[in-house]
Structure formats: structure tokens, C-alpha cells
């Protein structure tokens, strides 16, 4: 169906980031249940004696008592009560594995997961027409089918080992009640083991399946992914457009330094060019700035066109932090370049009177 709609790709890592939020997960209820099936019959195995035991010291209080009928109405309440904290005592055990094999089962499946997006109410879930829709849909009849199969299977496995157990159960009868016990007991067991083992097969099948079926509805169509990357990473075009732009403006940069009356340095951190030529700058303007890198190449260019450079660390810092390339000197930092400037125009005139 993806393939048909055009949805061909792989769903990227911010749609499976994304469904996961929303707690759309492939995960796998059979395989859940079977993990807890199995774990059940295992912890059976080795809890059968704490059962007989409990079961032994219950009917041992209550028979050393005797449950007479004279009296009876009125030890309703602590007989029924006793019987709760009996049963909890046998069930607690099962009750507390079977509730961490299954939550163990589901976050191996999915890993830790909280969300609140399921309990938000929506009217899609509620509205009766999607719901008899959902209800004839392709994956409801797959469950359904699917449901029925493994039904049948259990009921075929079950059917088959107790009719190879019969003749044992029949001839039976001679070989005392406690024998009989443990030989159903084992008949439970044996088969308890062999229903785990096809239903953990069965809900890995199903796991497959569950995370094939999830991948493939949220394939993406190319114009998604496109779409997708722009809104995350930006447009390429204009990206190109700005990366032409930064290369241009850093071409640029470089080339007014030939026209710079001097760089100032920090000494080698920091490095920017400055323009005061009085037929056209009523002010010093920033022709050139750089750090690192950038400012080696600014000194570079400055050495081979013959540009003075002064080290002065804190206008190089002031003006590197406070001004942008174009902008004219601040008012506040004239007398500190009038200084710089007059030292330029003074080693100019040295350089003149040399032999």
C-alpha cells in the first residue's frame, strides 16, 4: 500500500523519533503474552511444593477446628476473610512474576517508554463510522485470522497429547490418589511446556511481522523526505545561496585590505582593517576583521600590500566585539584610533626620508 501512495522510503530518524513521542510503537501482545505463559509454567515447576505446603497448613487450621455448623453465621466474615489472605498467599507469587515477566517482555520489545499522547481524547477513536470501518478492515480480519489459527493450534496440540495420555489416566485407578496427583501434575506440566514453546514461536513470528507492518506505514514519499529536510536542515537552495554569500563576502573582506590604512592586531588571535582615506570616509571605516585563520590571512594580505601593522590588544578586542565589516568607528573609540592613525602617518613619513 506505501509502494502504491508512492511511499518508497525508509521513514527517517526524526519520523521514528517522532512516533515513538506519540507512542506509536511496533510491538507484539502475543509475544508479550508468551514470554509470561512460559515464564508462568517455569515458575510453577519450582513453586509446586510451596503450593501443596501452603495448601497442606490451610486445610490442617481449619480441620484442627472444625467447621461446625452452630456458630457458623457469625464466623462468616473471618472465614472469608482468612480465605482471601489464603489465596492471596498462593496467588502472590504468581501475580508478582507473571507482572514483572511482563513488563520485562514489553520493554524489551520497545525500551522504556512514557507518553501521554494515547490517553488524550480524540474524536477520530470515538466517532462510530471509523469504528465500523476499523472493524472490517484488512488488519482487524488479519488479527481475527490470526487469532483463530493459534487458537486452533492450542486446541489441536492439547487435543492431541491428551489423547496420547488417556490410556495412562484410565489405568490409573490402582495407583492411589497422592501417585494420581503428581502423574495429572505432570500432564500439566508436559503440556504447559510444549503450549509455551509454540506460542513463544508464534509471538516472535508475530514480533517480525509488527515491526515489518511499522516500518513500512511510515514510509515517507521522496517529497516528504524533501520536504522533511528542509524544515529540519534548512532549503538547500538558500543554503548554497548563503554559503555563495559568505564566500564572497570573505573574498571580499581580504581584497580591502589592499585598501586598509592599517590593521590592528591582538597580536595573532585577532586581526582587523581599517580604511580612513579623507577624499571619501568622513570617519575610519572597518574594511576587514578576523579571528584566528581568518586574521593570519588578513596580516598576510596586509605584508604583501605594504599596510601597516599596529598591536594593540584592547582597541583590537573592543572593535572586533562591537563592530561589523562596513560600519564605521564609534564616537567612543576616536581618540584610540587617532592614535593608531598618527602613528601610521608617522612612520609614513619616516619611510619617505629614507636613503
Known sequence: MAEKDGKTEKASPKKLKDSRKKGEIAKSQDLTSAVT????????????????????LYLKIYLSEGLVVK???NNLGNIGMRAIIFTLILAGPFLAIGFFASLVAS????????TSTPLKVDIKKINPISGFKNMF?????????KNLMKLGLVFWMSFTMIRSSINHLVNSGNVGTQKLFFLVMELVKSLG??????????GIGDYIYQVYDYRKNLKMSKQEVKDEYKESEGDPQIK?????????????????????TAVITNPTHLAIAIRYDKSQDEVPI???????????????????????????????????????????????????????????YQMEEMNKHKI
Open 137 to 145: 478492515s484488512k488488519k482487524t480480519m488479519f488479527t481475527l485470522l
Open 240 to 260: 548554497g545561496k548563503r554559503r555563495q554569500f559568505h564566500r564572497q563576502m570573505t573574498n571580499g573582506t581580504l581584497a580591502d585590505v589592499e585598501t586598509a
Open 71 to 73: 456458630g457458623l453465621e
Open 107 to 114: 520493554m524489551l520489545q520497545t525500551g522504556f517508554l512514557f
Open 193 to 202: 511446556v510444549q503450549l509455551g514453546i509454540l506460542l513463544l514461536g508464534l
Open 286 to 344: 572597518i574594511v576587514a576583521k578576523g579571528a584566528d585563520h581568518q586574521a593570519a590571512k588578513i596580516r598576510e594580505r596586509a605584508n604583501e600590500s605594504n599596510v601597516p601593522i599596529i598591536e594593540n590588544k584592547p582597541v583590537a578586542r573592543a572593535m572586533y566585539k562591537s563592530i561589523e565589516v562596513g560600519q564605521p568607528v564609534p564616537v567612543d573609540m576616536y581618540q584610540a584610533i587617532a592614535e593608531i592613525l598618527a602613528l601610521v
Open 37 to 56: 505463559f512460559v515464564v508462568f509454567i517455569v515458575s510453577s515447576t519450582f513453586l509446586g511444593t510451596y503450593i501443596l505446603k501452603q495448601g497442606y
